[in-house]
């Protein structure tokens, strides 16, 4: 705190300068793609990352790999099957490559369904599972944020910025039932673009901003993804009910990386800032299978960036997406069997660059379950 560069932000030419490829070593590796048949999309404003596309054919070709479709869990997806290998003239340059394969971050949130996440359109039902919901006024009490909203100046996210990064296109309707159900400013949408499917194509709204990335050439499907809607919907609907009147981005990545590509986005953009000094992700990985974000999260940090991530449901089980012994794609009730995977927790929210949030239980949320225990008093 002594230092009279703390909290002097670097801007994102001033982080290029300082940290980024010099010109000789970005033309270096622009040169090459470009000579393997590659296209290149842009240069991030840090410049350190380099988007390009082609074809899985020319993919193979120039990173000495095999890519192949593959069948997991009942589920399609493509991978490249061998390491990947890079020009000797490259090393020292390329730290890796994203984008080979589509076996994205999953969801933090994967206990069992409960209270008012029902898919639509059936969003809130107050005899679903059990009648009483946590409202924002409740959460605000609970968690001790009303004395910020009376202050005389109110601290409520007004003139703020704050961007979730996902991976699904997400209905309007769902937003807007939210905020109106609950009396928080509404999204008007006169500022949003919807399909014939209803879902968000673009929208900038005081309150609300739309963001998506897609690959080159690529077009929005305009489908939200089962698995990923109701967790997008939690956080964007959330984050605008403890931060109010702030202006929540969301930013939506449609490529095969999904949510990284997002969380690239939103901190390293072509040009400008980061598209909000805070960001939040709740999606990660066990650390073991996770791709290296720490340059991507350091230089976030330098920018002044917030960022936080979710630290999982698994604690210190993060290599075990479900108990083994079932295929269910939510927790079954406890007891669980014993882990496999070894100590291992979730990343990014591990990273040192992050502030790893933890979930909390709130016995209220239980009343009409008073013998269930809190999450607190479980060993």
Known sequence: RQSPNYHKWLTPEQYADRFGLNQNDLGKVATWLKAEGFQIISVGGGRNTVIFSGTAAQAQRAFG?????????????????????????????????????????????????????????????????????????????????????????????????????????????????????????????GNCTLNTNLVITACDDPYFQYVVVLPSGGTDPGVPSPGDLSESNLDIEWAGAVARNAKIIFVNGETSEGVYDALNAAINPPSGPPLAPVVSMSYGNCELFSIDLESLLQQGNAEGVTILNSSGDQSSAGCDFNPPGTTSTFFPPPPFAAAQGGLAVSYPASSQYVTGVGGTAISLANDSYPTQSPLWSTT
Not at 95 to 118: E, I, N, S, T, Y
């Open 65 to 189: 790999t095999e890519i192949h479709n593959y069948e997991v869990d009942g589920e399609q997806h493509f991978a490249n099957s061998t390491p990947l290998m890079m020009p000797a003239a490259l090393n020292g340059i390329v730290k890796g490559v994203m984008g080979l394969h589509d076996f994205r971050a999953v969801p933090a949130k994967r206990g069992r369904l409960l209270g008012g996440m029902r898919a639509r359109p059936d969003y809130y039902d107050g005899n679903f599972l059990f009648p009483n919901f946590l409202a924002p006024d409740d959460i605000a009490t609970i968690y001790d944020i009303l004395k910020l909203y009376n202050l005389p100046t109110s601290i409520n996210g007004a003139g703020e910025k704050l961007a979730i990064v996902g991976q699904t296109d997400i209905y309007l309707a769902d937003l807007v039932d939210f905020r109106t159900g609950f009396n928080l400013p509404a999204i008007s949408s």
